[in-house]
């Protein structure tokens, strides 16, 4: 009878406990901190954010000509600088329990090249993995997260009936299909060398590896699931950029959809991308999934229907946001001041209202647009809000996958701007996940 009770006892604390190893892995892109005026991200600004993440990932780090890992700003991050590295290991003391990653490579050199070169010489990846170690050491990180820079995908043309005006761009560009890396069997190989030699590397001290795989990129060509599952802890799946105004300049789509839309390619979407993973053999717990805490934003000069319901063509990039200072991406917080309010519903012009058109069907996200007048100030953005943020951590529970990673921080409203709740996508995806 006793014991009967300690078991279910035991059954109930073990359901608990298993609810609470979701991950939520917090990215903070250090480039943040460079950004002037209101788009400036500190790490003191993240605080109010830090209680929900279970990992936060310091990015991001390159590597150099000898391939050795390296800070891209090393008087803001090392020791002799601004010490920020330190700063965000010292988050430990304050939250106890939290892990600070390293997080190498992401989706920012645009020189996947330099980055396959790193592979083909073990000489090459024993500096990798011996730079990456020290600098692990040193200053107090828990571990790596590599976001290696493989090659792209080339843009696929969405096949569909619905626009006449997608077999006009298709005959334009040509079919695509050219391989994008001939030599992709033998880059896969030696990133398995890579990771096993990391591992090996890190296993004395207990550091974690995770690795990301980012947007475009088909892990099928360098993820040997059989050969290297065990050697990482988890693998986060950037979730987003799968149609974006830079890549697809003409065609107007859904940037992070969880769920392939009707007649769009079936691979650009979260759910392709898990279940792909899951098939190959990677556990789902050690899945987490990458949500935007941006929005994707097109021009538009005509071609949009009044209802705002894409694929349409679009006209390339928005010009740059206030704070985000990028073309064709806007911040959650950016993107919020924009839907219509009562200060801006009466303007016109550049700074007239966005449209908000929301997603009861919680499988493509929200979009907001403003239609042109003569052809000019017309936009289209497709984004992450709190309540698709928090659909996709609702499947990756129902998915039973290890969590969600917050893509970044510095895009989250960390102020409070929208309304008066800081951190409102991070906050929304940690209360559906538990
Ligand atoms: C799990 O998380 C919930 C909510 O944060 C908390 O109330 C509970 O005490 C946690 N349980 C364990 C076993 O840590
Ligand atoms: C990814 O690579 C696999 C293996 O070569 C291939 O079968 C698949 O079609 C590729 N997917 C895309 C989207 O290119």
Known sequence: MWIKIAVVFCLVINTIEADNNSKVVCYYDSRAYLREGLGKVQISDLEAGLSQCTHVVYGFLSINDQKRVVSLDPTRDYDHGKRLFREATTLKVRYPGLKVLLGVGGDISGEPDKWLSLLEQSTSRIAFINSAYDLIKTYNFDGLDLAFEFPK??????????????????KAVGAAGKPVDPKSDEHREEFTALVRELKNSFRHDGYILSITINPNVNSSLYLDVPQTVANFDWINIAGFDFQTPQRNKKEVDYAAPLYAPSERNPELNVDY???????????????????????????????LTATGVPPFEGNGPTP???????????????ICAKLTNDQNKNLKGENGPIRKVGDPSKRFGPYGYRLPVDGKFGQWISYEDPDSAGNKAAYAKGKNLGG???MDLSYDDFRGACTGDRFPILKSVKYRLI
């Not at 792909?276 to 071609?303: A, H, Y």
């Not at 946001?321 to 064709?328: I, V, W």
């Open 320 to 334: 740059e946001g206030m704070q985000s200072k990028q073309e064709g991406l806007f911040s959650y917080p950016e």
């Open 273 to 303: 991308q898990v279940t792909n993973l899951i098939n190959r053999g990677v556990p789902s717990s050690k899945i987490v999934i990458g949500i935007p805490t941006f929005g994707r934003g097109w021009t538009i000069e005509d071609g």
């Open 404 to 406: 969600v990673a917050v």
């Open 153 to 170: 995908i080339k843009p696929k043309k969405i096949q569909s009936s619905i626009g006449s005006f997608f077999y006009s761009i298709k």
